[in-house]
């Protein structure tokens, strides 16, 4: 299985490049808006880890400060074959030095930065990513790619879950299915909350992707949800013209959402619930477990603005 085959983008790609070559080569920045109280049982560190994965820092943090794994928190998964910055929350920790932490970590993990709360992260609680990709030894129409620069910053991109969500070679994926029927055991509670977000992000994902081979991924259908702009509320909008809502979408005013699916069904009607139902019912071990979990339906915008979007040619490689 694999995630570019089974996840398609939306524009015509000859050209071809490497990425990821160096750690370097992608950069993550997380956006965390927070009016710290400099007081409180949670101390809050913002690292830099290079070249590993998010669990793994949790990990390392939980052992050096003495605490158990479910104290520490951070808003979201950052890619592992990266440079990125992000920030974590430690509930009552044994070791809060900061100097000594330093010292006790494993050398991929770098603090910039602390501050004591009286809160913890919560997952999700960001207000978005900063990212810088290098392309090594592109080979290919340089003019394409131009213009599918262009088309990104007029459309957006589809909000696709990324490969991190499904492991290595994809392989939460069966576990998910597997563990949900009885075949597989999970022993902790993170990897619990991670096979659980692989099944939903699975059939998001897969929303995605028929919408775009039916090419309305960015263009709205009877009974979709919409959401606007910036906010999390979304609603159903049946009094709007075609033209106000092409309008709209292309202001990106509104984005069409997807279904993070649970064991109700989805909270779209018509045509978009047809086009959903179809692709969850494909899944029915999904289903098995959303409903043992009492998991409720919510939604997410299919595509992201990539705002601030600037590309520079160095020879043969660029840098987004």
Same mark, same amino acid.
């Given at each position: 299985m694999i995630y !570019?085959?089974? *996840?398609?983008?939306?524009?015509?790609? !000859? &050209?071809?490049g490497q990425i990821r070559t160096f750690a370097r080569d992608f950069k993550v920045v997380e956006n965390l808006s927070v009016d710290f109280s400099n007081q409180g049982e949670h101390l809050w560190l913002y690292i830099e880890k290079t070249d590993s994965n998010t669990n793994w820092v949790a990990k390392q943090l939980s052992n050096v400060c003495q605490v158990p794994q479910k104290n520490i928190g951070f808003a979201g998964l950052k890619?592992?074959?990266?440079?990125?910055?992000?920030?974590?929350?430690?509930?009552? &920790?044994?070791?809060?030095? +900061?100097?000594?932490? =330093?010292? &006790?970590?494993?050398?991929?993990?770098?603090?910039? =930065?602390?501050?004591?709360?009286? %809160?913890?992260? %919560?997952?999700?609680?960001?207000?978005g990513n900063n990212?810088?990709?290098?392309?090594?030894? +592109?080979?290919?129409?340089?003019?394409?790619?131009?213009?599918n620069i262009a088309n990104i910053q007029q459309n957006g991109v589809p909000n696709y879950f990324g490969e991190q969500r499904f492991g290595h070679d994809m392989g939460n994926i069966k576990k998910a299915s597997d563990w949900f029927t009885g075949n597989y055991k999970v022993k902790t509670r993170n990897l619990k909350s991670i096979l659980i977000s692989t099944a939903r992000s699975h059939i998001f994902n897969l929303i995605i992707s028929k919408r775009i081979e039916q090419n309305i991924w960015n263009?709205?259908?009877?009974?979709?949800?919409?959401?606007?702009?910036?906010?999390?509320?979304?609603?159903?909008?049946?009094?709007?013209?075609?033209?106000?809502?092409? %309008?709209?979408?292309?202001? *990106?005013?509104?984005?069409?959402?997807?279904? $993070?699916?649970?064991?109700?069904?989805?909270?779209?009607?018509d045509k978009c619930a047809k086009l959903e139902t179809e692709i969850a019912q494909q899944f029915p071990n999904y289903q098995r477990g959303f409903e043992k979990f009492r998991l409720k339906q919510d939604r997410?915008? $299919?595509?992201? +603005?990539?705002?601030?979007?600037?590309? !520079?040619?160095? !020879?043969?490689?660029?840098?987004l």
């Open positions: !570019n085959e089974l *996840f398609p983008t939306i524009n015509n790609i !000859n &050209a071809k890619d592992r074959h990266a440079i990125t910055r992000q920030w974590f929350s430690i509930q009552l &920790a044994k070791i809060s030095d +900061i100097d000594k932490i =330093q010292a &006790a970590l494993p050398n991929e993990i770098r603090i910039i =930065q602390s501050a004591k709360h009286h %809160k913890k992260i %919560k997952t999700g609680q960001l207000d990212f810088s990709i290098k392309v090594r030894n +592109i080979k290919g129409d340089k003019q394409q790619i131009e213009q263009k709205a259908i009877k009974g979709d949800i919409l959401q606007l702009n910036n906010s999390k509320s979304w609603f159903e909008e049946k009094d709007a013209s075609k033209s106000e809502l092409e %309008k709209r979408l292309s202001d *990106f005013d509104i984005h069409i959402t997807a279904a $993070m699916w649970g064991e109700n069904p989805t909270q779209a009607s997410r915008a $299919m595509r992201i +603005i990539a705002n601030n979007l600037q590309h !520079n040619w160095h !020879n043969d490689n660029l840098v």
